[in-house]
Structure formats: C-alpha cells, structure tokens
C-alpha cells in the first residue's frame, strides 16, 4: 500500500521530495492543517506518519479496502487546494471526458424514458440511427430480443445496452405510431459526434445567431462552419451566445476568440508558480473580425467562456450583454494516476488581455464556492444592477480606455436583470420531475403529423403555434399523476414560463435544438438579453459603448 501510495503522488508532484508526499497524504488524510506542510522536513513528523501508516497495516481493528484510503487522501487533499482540482476515479475517467472529446462510439439517438419506454426524441444527423430511417417518436421496446419496456429501465442501462465499440452491432425492435408490427433494426456503432454548437440561424436578414454550449475538441470546426454558413445567408452583425457554458478546453477558447480579433492581438496568457508566463496571440484567419459583434453571458458563463469574452472585451471588439459571469480563472491539467484514474490539477491562472484574472475568491470553503450562485440570487445581484459592488482594486482598462473589472467574473457592458416573478414552485416540480418534457414530447407524438402540416417550418411555428388552455389542464393532471400536487396559483403565476418551455420541446422535438433555441429567443418572459442584443445593434447603442470597428 505504501509503495502505491508513493507512485501516486510523485504522479501528482513529481519534483517533490519523498518525506514531503508522505507528509501531503497524511495532512490530507486527517485533515491537518495546512501549516503542517511546512513541517516536510521535520524527521520526527516524518517518522509520526510512517509509524501510523505502519501500525495501521498491521494493527487496525478491521480489514481495511486500500483503495478508498487512498481516494479519500486524494479527495482530501485536494479539497485543501482549490475548488476545481479534482479526482477522477478510473470507471468515472471516460463519461467524464466525453462531452470534451466531441464524439462517443454508439448508435447516434438522443432519447427520454417516457412512462417506462425508450422514447427517441431525435436521431444524431449522420449517425448511424439516422442513416437506418430511425427517427424521433420511435418507441424501443426490445435490445438483443430482450424487453426494455416496462421494467423500470433507467438512463444508465439504456447507455449499457446502446454504446460499444465503433464496428460492433445491435438489434433493436422499434414500435412506430401506424404501424402495427414491431420494426427491427441492425445497427452498426459508429463515432457519433458531440455538437458544442446547439443552434445556429439567422436573428433577422443581416443578424446571425450561434449558441455555444461548451468548448470540446471540435469547437473550432463547428464555429467556423457555422460562421462560414451565416456568412452566406447575408450575415453582417453576429450574437455569440455563451450563456450557460460551463467552459472547456483552453485551447478551444482560444481558437473560438481567434475567429474574432484581428492578427497578433494577446487572447489571453497564463502563469503559476511554476508555469512562467504563456502568451497565446490571435492570428490572421479568422472568419469574423469584421462586423459588429455581441457576446451573451450569465452567472453560469464560466472558464473557457470566460477567456473568449474578455479577449472580446478588453479589445472592445463586441458587445457584452447579461449578467455577471462565475468567476473561474483556474487552468486545470489532466494527470493520470497508476490504476488508470486520474486528477484535474490547478497548474496556473489565466488573465485576459489587460491583465485582469477573474478567478473569485475561494477562502469560505469549497461549499461556500459552490453556493456562490445562489448567494447571488438572494443579495438581488441577478435581477439589479444596484446589487453588484465590484471592488475598486480591481480596475482595469480596455484598448478604448473604458473602465473593466477583474476579481470575481467578467462583468458585461450592458446589465440584463433575470425575471424570477414567474418561477414558482409548482413549475420547479413540473420541470425536476421530468414531467413537463415528458408532456411535451407525448403530445408531439400524438400530434406530430397534423404539426407538421399545419406549421411548414419553425418561423411559421413560432407566429402561429400556441399553447391553449386544454394543454395546461392536461398538463396540470399529467403532475397529479407524477406526485405533484394540484397548484391553480403556482400554474397562473408561471403560465407564460410554461407556455415558453413547453413551446420550445415541441419545437425541438418536430425539428431540431436550434428550433428550440429560436422559440426560447423569440419572446422569453424571463431573460430579455437576446432581445436586448437586437436593440444593440439597431440603435446607437453598440458605437455609444465605445465599441472598435474593425
């Protein structure tokens, strides 16, 4: 166990002495102070600890699982740092990394367990379901010949069942609307890609819209192809959505940002205690350093999200419009460990062009980290302007001499208040249960083929399509049935949240994610910033901010 324990941490720490990893394991294990690393070199500490560790082995009451030892220390540990080095247990390392890799080895739908059925809510353009015929509405109701309906499949087993290596193949007998005998289908497992982009369009004739969910491997591409295809729909203004992105790769960022700032301008550097600084410039090929340009965050914009926005910012090259973002200014790096896990270690910080590190505080505690968003609700930060008190010592200065901020999250241009007037508990319940989306999807399919007559494409969707009041009682007793007690209040109060969500599944699900998005941008009664966006760029607004033109 002891040797183990030692590989590891020279894993971690690979110029650290002996007698200090064993006394980085040991503060960590009983959570010692942080202090106790300045005793490395002291021989009685050293010897306190491989005397415990000794005695443990052979005289602890009970067998002891050296494994979870040794992920508590780490946990432990790491705990001690900061809040995003992290431990990845082996079995955990791959679904993990999968949302950044850009592609999983599968059949290529995305499906919701609908009343105890695999429900196909869409097959993945150029997977292999797609190419098969299999489409959205299509019921699973047997794998390998053996059921999956009604017997209380879950997420996970579907994702068993379904993923395999690239080349390998499985048969699924489908139930479709109209067709009296079960279908089945050979399909053969393929890469099936991660879009980052979920939606990409044209706002109005000369305005274009891309909404980016996360920085992956393949960020780049997908922004370049999109930009290429707005580009010949007549795009001259762009809107960059980032709200919600959690971040990403670094690496990423940087080529998403390069798309917009002109050749040799700094995107961001990076520094560490023992990382000298690391400048990264933009260069000459990017497919959007002309026209005007907004960038769209909130308290949920974080990291990779973070770097692109204030590049954009601090060269007054777009328009920032929402709230506050997270504030992570950490670079984590990938470090395997011997059994095949691994950690996300902090290895230095990242600052934006004119020097700003946004990286908020984390001297409360990891939990009071995490509760940051919530603790920004209640102090009225996301619905004032009033409410938010950057710190003075924080200032910084854009290439146009505006004043920025650092410390904390990038702050936008142009404040957009989130609307919590409408949420109510009853809609919370409607959502967290699963029981508006499953609502929504029933009713597509129940509907689907007089939809699609009625509404040709999703603009006609948008004007013409509405959610009456038979839906909402439907509904209303669709969450009876799913635990959730009857609100009449709560259902008034967050009829127009309601209506907008709901409008949206069925969107998404009669045509794609961007066909939601562009329901949800339309007229969301909760967070005007899209609209606000709009205006921006058809009033004065964007030359009255100072903004360069390029």
Same mark, same amino acid.
């Given at each position: 166990?002891?040797?183990?324990?030692?590989?590891?941490?020279?894993?971690?720490?690979?110029?650290?002495?002996?007698?200090?990893?064993?006394?980085?394991?040991?503060?960590?294990?009983?959570?010692?102070?942080?202090?106790?690393?300045?005793?490395?070199?002291?021989?009685?500490?050293?010897?306190?600890?491989?005397?415990?560790?000794?005695?443990?082995?052979?005289? /602890? !009451?009970?067998?002891?699982?050296?494994?979870?030892?040794?992920? $508590?220390?780490? +946990?432990?540990? =790491?705990?001690? *740092?900061?809040?995003?080095?992290?431990?990845?247990?082996?079995?955990?390392?791959?679904?993990?990394?999968?949302?950044?890799?850009?592609?999983?080895?599968?059949?290529?739908?995305?499906?919701?367990?609908?009343?105890?059925?695999?429900?196909?809510?869409?097959?993945?353009?150029?997977?292999?379901?797609?190419?098969?015929?299999?489409?959205?509405?299509?019921?699973?109701?047997?794998?390998?010949?053996?059921?999956?309906?009604?017997?209380?499949?879950?997420?996970?087993?579907?994702?068993?069942?379904?993923?395999?290596?690239?080349?390998?193949?499985?048969?699924?007998?489908?139930?479709?609307?109209?067709?009296?005998?079960?279908?089945?289908?050979?399909?053969?497992?393929?890469?099936?890609?991660?879009?980052?982009?979920?939606?990409?369009?044209?706002?109005?004739?000369?305005?274009? /819209? !891309?909404?980016?969910?996360?920085?992956?491997?393949?960020?780049? $591409?997908?922004? +370049?192809?999109? =930009?290429?295809? *707005?580009?010949?729909?007549?795009?001259?203004?762009?809107?960059?959505?980032?709200?919600?992105?959690?971040?990403?790769?670094?690496?990423?960022?940087?080529?998403?940002?390069?798309?917009?700032?002109?050749?040799?301008?700094?995107?961001?550097?990076?520094?560490?205690?023992?990382?000298?600084?690391?400048?990264?410039?933009?260069?000459?090929?990017?497919?959007?350093?002309?026209?005007?340009?907004?960038?769209?965050?909130?308290?949920?914009?974080?990291?990779?999200?973070?770097?692109?926005?204030?590049?954009?910012?601090?060269?007054?090259?777009?328009?920032?419009?929402?709230?506050?973002?997270?504030?992570?200014?950490?670079?984590?790096?990938?470090?395997?460990?011997?059994?095949?896990?691994?950690?996300?270690?902090?290895?230095?910080?990242?600052?934006?062009?004119?020097?700003?590190?946004?990286?908020?505080?984390?001297?409360?505690?990891?939990?009071?980290?995490?509760?940051? +968003?919530?603790?920004?609700?209640?102090?009225?930060?996301l619905t004032s302007l009033d409410s938010i008190h950057p710190a003075d010592t924080a200032r910084f200065f854009t290439m146009n001499k505006r004043?920025?901020?650092?410390?904390?999250?990038?702050?936008?241009?142009?404040?957009?208040?989130?609307?919590?007037?409408?949420?109510?508990?009853?809609?919370?319940?409607?959502?967290?249960?699963?029981?508006?989306?499953?609502?929504?999807?029933?009713?597509?399919?129940?509907?689907?083929?007089?939809?699609?007559?009625r509404y040709k494409n999703v603009d006609v969707f948008i004007k013409d399509f509405h959610i009456d009041d038979k839906f909402l009682d439907d509904?209303?007793?669709?969450?009876?049935?799913?635990?959730?007690?009857?609100?009449?209040?709560?259902?008034?109060?967050?009829?127009?949240?309601?209506e907008l969500r709901s409008k949206a599944l069925i969107a998404r699900d009669l045509w794609d994610t961007s066909a939601y998005w562009q329901v949800?941008?339309?007229?969301?009664?909760?967070?005007?910033?899209?609209?606000?966006?709009?205006?921006?760029?058809?009033?004065?607004?964007?030359?009255?901010?100072?903004?360069?033109?390029?």
């Open positions: 166990m002891h040797r183990y324990i030692e590989a590891l941490f020279k894993a971690l720490f690979p110029s650290m002495k002996r007698e200090t990893l064993l006394v980085a394991l040991f503060a960590a294990t009983l959570s010692a102070p942080v202090g106790l690393a300045a005793q490395a070199q002291d021989p009685a500490t050293i010897g306190k600890l491989e005397a415990l560790l000794y005695h443990i082995d052979r005289m /602890y !009451v009970d067998s002891v699982d050296d494994n979870k030892l040794v992920e $508590k220390a780490i +946990r432990g540990m =790491l705990e001690e *740092l900061d809040p995003h080095s992290i431990y990845i247990p082996k079995d955990e390392l791959e679904e993990v990394n999968e949302p950044l890799k850009g592609n999983f080895d599968g059949i290529g739908i995305q499906f919701n367990i609908v009343r105890d059925t695999i429900y196909v809510v869409d097959a993945i353009a150029g997977g292999p379901s797609e190419r098969l015929g299999i489409r959205a509405g299509d019921r699973i109701i047997t794998i390998e010949d053996q059921p999956v309906a009604g017997i209380g499949i879950r997420n996970s087993d579907v994702m068993d069942k379904l993923r395999g290596p690239k080349g390998t193949k499985v048969v699924v007998g489908i139930q479709r609307r109209g067709v009296k005998d079960l279908l089945d289908f050979t399909i053969t497992r393929d890469k099936i890609p991660i879009y980052s982009i979920e939606a990409s369009y044209m706002a109005t004739p000369t305005v274009g /819209y !891309v909404k980016l969910s996360r920085f992956s491997a393949t960020t780049g $591409k997908e922004l +370049r192809e999109a =930009l290429d295809k *707005l580009h010949a729909e007549g795009m001259q203004d762009l809107i960059l959505d980032l709200q919600g992105n959690g971040g990403g790769y670094l690496r990423s960022a940087i080529e998403v940002a390069d798309e917009f700032l002109s050749d040799k301008r700094l995107i961001v550097y990076t520094e560490g205690r023992t990382t000298p600084r690391d400048n990264t410039y933009a260069t000459s090929n990017g497919h959007f350093e002309k026209g005007r340009l907004v960038v769209l965050i909130d308290e949920g914009s974080a990291s990779a999200s973070e770097i692109v926005t204030g590049a954009i910012q601090d060269w007054d090259r777009g328009l920032v419009i929402g709230r506050r973002s997270f504030g992570k200014g950490l670079v984590q790096r990938p470090v395997m460990l011997p059994d095949g896990s691994a950690v996300r270690l902090t290895v230095s910080r990242y600052y934006t062009p004119s020097g700003r590190c946004i990286q908020k505080s984390y001297a409360d505690g990891i939990e009071a980290y995490r509760r940051d +968003r919530l603790e920004r609700l209640r102090h009225g930060e004043v920025v901020y650092g410390g904390g999250g990038i702050m936008p241009d142009l404040f957009v208040p989130l609307d919590t007037t409408l949420s109510s508990e009853m809609f919370g319940k409607l959502v967290r249960k699963g029981t508006l989306n499953t609502f929504s999807l029933t009713y597509v399919d129940a509907h689907r083929t007089d939809l699609l007559d509904l209303a007793r669709a969450g009876e049935k799913d635990g959730i007690d009857a609100d009449p209040e709560g259902m008034v109060r967050s009829k127009d949240l309601i949800i941008n339309t007229d969301n009664p909760v967070d005007s910033s899209f609209r606000r966006a709009l205006e921006a760029l058809s009033d004065d607004t964007y030359e009255r901010m100072g903004m360069a033109r390029f």
